[in-house]
């Protein structure tokens, strides 16, 4: 090559060109060829050149797939052979692990995992990233009776210990916990609370909760009743009912069989003695019969309902 006009030209192992020239760009490590051509008479000296590589020559690691399809699978990194730490991790269709130990975020598919260390040298690793888990759970259905709290609360696939938030909405008590995981609601009406879960991969599972609450009743009229016959119980018949969500008796009337009305009495509270019928009609104890009654009530709610019935009177 010291003599004026001599070229050269680069083989690889395989007897293709690669370059023309005295440099040459190799690209892996191995024996390459270098061609020397006499300017004037065309004859060729070949000489081999051993090329060595820097970079890393494996990498151990780990695969674990994904908990659900939206966080991904991840490559954690146990060892690399190599002789110029430190190493980044990447890949083109995930994200690096903040910590460095690998990558994040894969879905399901065919990746390569890129190891370059501190000379800007490179290692590419294909591997297959299999199909994610599943989260599932039920939120079972609650029934109570008006007035009773109501315990919410979702069971999940997942292990004791692995969710860490819960975020519930759509709940009518305002003063229940909107971000715990069991909940309790005190309802007037049934209604049906969502919630969102998350466990500790940062997987998501929405789920919703009936809550059905059963009307009792509210409003409780005894079958008989045995005024002044000297034992002095059960001598008055009134509307019986529970004063948290009866708000008055708007209207009470008592018929005797042939429908002649013997009793009547006006806005008053539920369980009130006073104001009930004591048997008797124009100051005369009234026959031991059967009556009917009618009994008009305002709720909670402010809604209004007719009850009608029979009695025993019992002398």
């Known amino acids: 090559p010291n003599l004026p006009g001599t070229t050269g030209r680069w ?8 370059a023309e020239g ?24 070949f000489d081999t050149v051993q090329v060595f590589s820097e970079a890393p020559t494996a990498v151990d690691f780990s695969i674990l797939p994904p908990p659900c399809p939206e966080v991904g699978g991840s490559v954690f990194i146990r060892n690399v052979t190599g002789l110029n730490p430190p190493y980044v991790f990447s890949s083109p269709r995930g994200e690096t692990d903040p910590l460095g130990s690998g ?9 390569v995992l890129i190891t370059t260390d501190a000379l800007g040298c490179e290692r590419r690793d294909t591997f297959q990233m299999f199909g994610s888990g599943s989260f599932t759970g039920q ?9 009773e709290p109501a315990r919410l609360g979702v069971a999940t696939n997942r292990g004791a210990g692995a969710l860490v938030q819960w975020t519930w909405s ?10 715990c995981p069991a909940p309790i609601a005190n309802a007037l009406e049934s209604f049906t609370a969502a919630v969102t879960v998350m466990d500790t991969n940062g997987c998501i599972l929405e789920l919703r909760q009936n809550v059905i609450v059963e ?7 005894p ?5 002044n016959n000297g034992d002095g119980v059960n001598d008055i018949y009134t509307v019986m009912g529970d004063a948290e969500f009866i708000e008055r008796v708007n209207d009470f009337q008592i018929y005797d069989r042939w429908g002649n009305q013997v009793f009547r009495n006006e806005d008053f509270p539920v369980n009130d003695f006073a104001a009930g019928w004591d048997g008797t009609f124009e100051n005369r104890k009234s026959p031991p019969a059967v009556y009917v009654y009618a009994v008009t009530v305002t709720y909670y709610d ?13 002398r």
């Open 11 to 18: 083989y690889d192992q395989a007897g293709t060109i690669i």
């Open 22 to 45: 005295f440099q040459a760009f190799a690209r892996e490590a191995g024996n390459y060829i270098f061609e020397s051509i006499h300017p004037e008479s065309g004859c060729s000296n």
């Open 103 to 111: 990558v994040r975020g894969l879905a399901q598919g065919t990746h």
């Open 139 to 147: 939120a079972p259905d609650i029934t109570v009776r008006l007035g």
């Open 170 to 179: 759509n709940i009518p008590d305002t003063l229940s916990c909107q971000d």
């Open 215 to 221: 009307e009792r009743s509210l409003v409780y009229m």
């Open 223 to 227: 079958t008989a009743f045995s005024p």
């Open 302 to 314: 402010g809604t209004t309902e007719t009850i009608k019935g029979g009695l025993t009177l019992v």
